[in-house]
């Protein structure tokens, strides 16, 4: 249950993303129609309207048909190895669909633009301010001011990793650890593409462009600085509240959690998705409104406004030194990578490094998702395994042996859980330290108490289960 | 000062860039001491290779129109002492310009009024840059 809830916000928020980043297509910045420069006189012409309704159309079905098929990715949760690579194709598809839209009616809307001739003037310039350009990389906040941001969440990943071998819900919070850090380590990176930035020529006016840019960057510097910080706060605030769960004693696992702490966990993942989103939305609002305000004052001093890079935007921009850039998006909200030709090279091979972290990862784990539960007992000796994972014991040494109608609470140790296995050691209640080797959807179990172990057994059903026990208590009785 | 640049013109983006400078010092748009933006700068905006530009800023200063100061970067300098070298130059520009301008029907009296007019306009923006 615990890992539908997880994949259904994790498809909302990702949906939700995508909508946000690729909505609307009207008019932004002022001068953008489609992502395409278009002078205000000519955006009520009626095939202009043609188009973007057509566009409005394309996107809702896309969004639709998006939603509908991430949803239904839900019905494959118990087999991670094809849910995962499912979810990230769905993924990459949907972002290739929504990309495809925009740039098939922006080039329909620049062609009509260009038959028209209502160019505001010559294509294929590129403007260069030089006074603009000398002022380089001022402006943007320095993203080494995210160093302590991303230093506090290291404590805490090293914190909770020296506290791993005494802390179940420490060792459960590991993994997650990583979470954080890479979104930090994300944000610094993107900071560090927008300084680097080649600053825009919006207009023939030097000190505007230089306010334009400073309010772009500094704006977008600053949100991402805030939202790195928020996520070491929050990550923080989780650990700190967890760590006050164990020592109640209460912790077995998440699914054990009092409405209370599941709530509480719920509104630190809202908080840490939503304010990450939402400071984004107030900076790109605010910087709309900036550059509205800039703009129009250089309009009523008789500046003229440049509106080329269509084809630039529209083709990636011209290669050479300049080739990778963050720049701001002409339709929706946030920042992309303009690259020639899709990213070239550089995104071939992310493309390819990840399909094959996907197809490994998803190979490894497809073993366990078609796993079988196997009991056998030779020579008085009995082995269980599942997989590559096994335990053999005496039947000797065998104390006591218990069939149970319902499974205790257990929380993973190390090995494998899914919503169709639990195998590996576990922490079970009341037990401790046990090996498990059960099928989830069985509720019956076998505990076998030796010596040494506890282990957890049953079948995929409870015919099987109950083979299990009665061969279990004919072998016992016989070495007694 | 602002530079264009045509990606679709058959004339090479190094030889536009170099124009452009010399335009902008001649129109007076860059003054003597400004400073121009470093290599990486200049490539970064133009979203050219850095040795496109680093090749411009060789000529215009073998040409007389910059220095380079390995602290400070690229600064407008123009230099008065290749005028006779120029002329060379000039009468061979001028012979094909001229060539065209009275095959298409031009007058002397019109070519030589635009000739002093630019002349004139340039020579005291020129001035003024060298105040």
Excluded at chain 1, 228 to 256: C, H, N, Q, R
Excluded at chain 1, 349 to 368: E, H, Y
Excluded at chain 1, 435 to 460: D, F, M, P, R
Aim: hydrophobic share 45%; aromatic share 12%.
């Amino acid at each position: 249950m615990a890992i539908i809830l997880i994949m259904l916000f994790t498809i909302l928020f990702m949906w939700g993303a995508f909508v946000i980043s690729y909505g609307g297509g009207g008019v932004q910045n002022g001068k953008y129609l489609l992502g395409i420069t278009l002078p205000s006189e000519y955006r009520k012409e009626k095939e202009v309207l043609e188009i973007l309704s057509s566009y409005r159309k394309a996107v809702h079905r896309t969004w639709g048909f998006g939603l509908i098929s991430g949803l239904s990715l839900l019905l494959l949760s118990d087999y991670f190895s094809i849910l995962f690579p499912c979810l990230m194709l769905w993924f990459g598809l949907f972002l290739y669909f929504c990309d495809e839209n925009v740039l098939r009616y922006a080039r329909r809307l620049y062609d009509l633009k260009c038959k028209k001739g209502w160019l505001a003037g010559d294509t294929h310039i590129v403007r260069i301010d030089t006074a603009l350009s000398c002022v380089g990389k001022k402006g943007a906040l320095s993203p080494l001011w995210m160093l302590p941001a991303w230093g506090i969440t290291l404590g805490a990943v090293v914190w909770c990793f020296f506290r791993a071998g005494e802390s179940a819900v420490m060792k459960t919070l590991l993994p997650a650890a990583l979470a954080p850090a890479v979104t930090q380590l994300l944000l610094f990176l993107i900071s560090l593409g927008l300084r680097n930035a080649a600053p825009q020529v919006f207009c023939s006016s030097s000190p505007a462009n230089q306010k334009l840019n400073n309010v772009i960057k500094r704006q977008w510097s600053m949100a991402f600085t805030f939202c790195s910080y928020e996520t070491a706060v929050l990550f923080w605030l989780l650990l700190w509240s967890a760590k006050g769960w164990e020592i109640s004693g209460e912790f077995t696992g998440f699914g054990d959690l009092t409405y209370g702490r599941l709530s509480f966990l719920f509104l630190v993942l809202v908080l840490g998705a939503g304010g990450t989103l939402l400071v984004i939305l107030l900076a790109f609002h605010k910087i709309k409104m900036e550059k509205e305000k800039i703009l129009q004052s250089v309009e009523a001093e008789g500046a003229q406004l440049y509106s080329d890079g269509d084809e630039y935007w529209l083709n990636g921009v011209p290669g050479g030194a300049g080739g990778l850039k963050v720049t701001e998006k002409r339709i929706g909200v946030g920042l992309t990578l303009s690259a020639p030709g899709g990213g070239g090279t550089l995104g071939k091979a992310v493309i390819v490094l990840t399909a094959v972290f996907v197809i490994g990862i998803s190979l490894f784990l497809a073993p366990f998702d078609f796993a079988r539960v196997s009991l056998t007992v030779e020579d008085g000796r009995c082995r269980v395994g599942a997989v590559s994972m096994g335990y053999s014991f005496e039947m000797k040494d065998v104390r006591r042996i218990t069939w149970m109608e319902e499974r205790p609470k257990m929380s993973k140790i190390s090995g494998y859980d899914s919503n169709r296995f639990y195998l590996g050691d576990f922490r079970v209640k009341d037990y401790g330290k046990c090996k498990v080797y059960l099928s989830v959807k069985q509720n019956a179990v076998i505990c076998i108490e030796t010596e040494e172990k506890t282990i957890w057994v049953n079948g995929e059903s409870l015919e099987q289960t109950k083979d299990f026990y009665e061969m279990l208590m004919r072998e016992w009785e016989n070495k007694m | 000062m602002f530079i264009e640049l045509n990606t679709a013109s058959s004339i090479p983006i190094y030889t536009q860039l170099r124009n452009q400078i010399v335009l902008g010092i001649g129109r007076g748009e860059l003054k003597t001491g400004e400073h121009l933006p470093t290599v990486r700068q200049m490539a970064e905006a133009a979203g050219i290779n850095v040795m496109t530009v680093n090749k411009v800023y060789a000529i215009l200063r073998a040409e007389g129109f910059i220095e380079i100061d390995r602290r400070h970067g690229a600064v407008v300098c123009p230099r008065k002492e290749n005028a006779e070298a120029l002329q060379e130059k000039c009468s061979a520009q001028l012979e094909l310009l001229i060539a065209e301008s009275s095959l298409k029907g031009m007058s002397r009296e019109s070519f030589f009024a635009i000739c002093g007019e630019i002349f004139d306009r340039q020579q005291t923006a020129a001035e003024n840059a060298f105040l």
